[in-house]
């Protein structure tokens, strides 16, 4: 069965004090994988695509890659602002679904 | 260019009744999806919208439908309200298959 697992489920960080999201991710067929962002009560903002492994993709303080099991969100010198929760989603083939993990409720103390 | 936008932003009904929720996807974009989000969960695949036909469909009863019209805008329709029905619903739109899908600010739904 298709399967995303994030880790941690939630994670504290003092302002400038980096650190790194987990996606492992058990799919028949990878069609690309996504990051979005998530504020409280609003929707997924989309924030990176990586189709294979070795990919790397870089915004501001954030950076993805991808391995062939999991992916792993990077985030360099964080401050308070990036306090959201981080999805990660993946596109199977053969389905036209994106498969979501539970999210990293990520909290950065100023 | 505008971006995919919902409404209502936030409803509340009683359980056993109808409700419908609507999205205009973003320009260009023909493929539409919807999500169920309950809180503290990732979202969850209800059924997609290609140029007007549903193209696929995730574990979610009949009474669970929609539509998507000529301006690939969409609905989405719940008979029969039950309380496990209160969620976020995003609708998220993309220009074809494979790419990253774009998500509306979702509607609150509240069933009591």
């Known amino acids: 069965e298709d399967q995303v697992t994030q880790s941690p489920e939630a994670l504290r960080l003092q302002e400038g004090e980096s650190s790194s999201l987990n996606c492992s991710y058990t799919?028949?067929?990878?069609?690309?994988l996504f990051w979005y962002r998530q504020d409280p009560g609003k929707g997924p903002e989309f924030l990176f695509t990586l189709y294979s492994a070795g990919e790397e993709k870089e915004k501001e303080r954030l950076k993805a890659t991808l391995t062939k099991k999991e992916s792993f969100l990077h985030i360099t010198a964080p401050k308070p602002e990036d306090s959201a929760t981080y999805l990660c989603a993946v596109g199977t083939s053969g389905t036209y679904k994106y498969i979501f993990g539970t999210g990293t409720r990520l909290k950065v103390l100023a | 260019e505008t971006g995919v936008t919902q409404s209502p932003t936030h409803l509340i009904k009683t359980r056993g009744q109808q409700v419908t929720l609507r999205c205009s996807s973003q320009?260009?974009?023909?493929?539409v999806s919807w999500y169920q989000q309950a809180l503290g969960q990732g979202p969850q695949f209800i059924f997609q919208?290609?140029?007007?036909?549903?193209?696929g469909r995730g574990n979610f009863p009949p009474r669970f439908s929609g539509l998507q019209f000529p301006n690939y805008s969409s609905e989405l329709n719940v008979n029969a309200l039950e309380l496990d029905d209160s969620a976020l619903y995003l609708c998220?739109?993309?220009?074809?298959?494979?790419?990253?899908?774009?998500f509306g600010q979702g509607t609150r739904l509240t069933v009591v």
């Open positions: 919208y290609y140029r007007e036909e549903e193209n």
């Open positions: 320009s260009g974009h023909n493929t």
């Open positions: 998220a739109s993309r220009p074809r298959e494979n790419t990253e899908a774009f």
């Open positions: 799919v028949s067929g990878l069609r690309g």
